[in-house]
């Protein structure tokens, strides 16, 4: 069945430091991929999106290519702040599928 | 646009005692809805999708149960509570895109057993 493997966190960084957040994932098919963030005390925001091979999905300075070669999906981000302190989980779809296969979540700890 | 409401927020039960939590869903006709949960230290679970009124499909065995009563709202509720229970319950609904389809959520019920 499908799966999706995130990074463990939690990652603690400095405020304007380079940010990676690995994901990689395993479908049967070919998959639309998706990484949503859930800041403290709030639920699910999607944050981007990706839904063909080298698309690359952005939103607020985050990005993510679809890389069907190396299946992963690695959220990026070149200068992080306080506020992306939160939980990124990566998640997948398949075509007919009715629902999302979800990465555990990675939490982000930002530090001033 | 499509928006989600569920409630209450948050919620302290106690074990053995019943519990309904409830989502509506705006700005949509004929949608897929979800529950899924969010345990603590762990990642999110299907617990139940529906395609349409009364249509319900369980992924995990458990001790919850969900029902459609109307095309727009969608309740997730329980019998007994157990400690297992507590976690964070998110309602779902699927947006279908040109570009494909996309899960929005709502914003979330705290559920703690006690």
């Known amino acids: 069945g499908d799966s999706v493997t995130q990074m463990e966190g939690p990652v603690t960084l400095s405020e304007e430091a380079f940010l990676t957040i690995n994901c990689t994932y395993t479908?049967?098919?070919?998959?639309?991929l998706f990484w949503y963030v859930q800041y403290p005390g709030e639920g699910l925001q999607l944050l981007l999106k990706a839904t063909k091979a080298d698309d690359k999905g952005s939103n607020k300075g985050f990005e993510a290519t679809y890389r069907k070669e190396t299946t992963s999906f690695h959220l990026e981000k070149g200068s992080v702040q306080v506020s992306d302190s939160a939980v990124y989980f990566c998640?997948?779809?398949?075509?007919?599928?009715?629902?999302?296969?979800f990465g555990s979540g990675t939490r982000l700890q930002v530090q001033p | 646009s499509q928006t989600i409401h569920q409630w209450p927020a948050t919620l302290v039960q106690p074990v053995g005692s019943p519990l309904s939590l409830e989502c509506t869903v705006e700005g949509t006709s004929n949608p897929n809805l979800y529950w899924y949960r969010q345990a603590a230290g762990r990642g999110l679970q299907l617990l139940f999708y529906?395609?349409?009124?009364?249509?319900i499909s369980s992924e995990v065995p458990q001790n919850l149960s969900a029902s459609r009563p109307q095309d727009r709202q969608f309740i997730l509720s329980s019998k007994k509570l157990l400690l297992s229970d507590s976690g964070f319950y998110l309602c779902?609904?699927?947006?279908?895109?040109?570009?494909?389809?996309?899960?929005?959520f709502g914003e979330g019920s705290w559920l703690t057993v006690v």
């Open positions: 479908a049967t098919g070919y998959p639309s």
């Open positions: 529906s395609v349409g009124i009364g249509q």
């Open positions: 998640a997948l779809t398949e075509l007919g599928r009715r629902a999302l296969t």
């Open positions: 779902a609904l699927l947006g279908r895109g040109v570009r494909g389809n996309t899960i929005y």
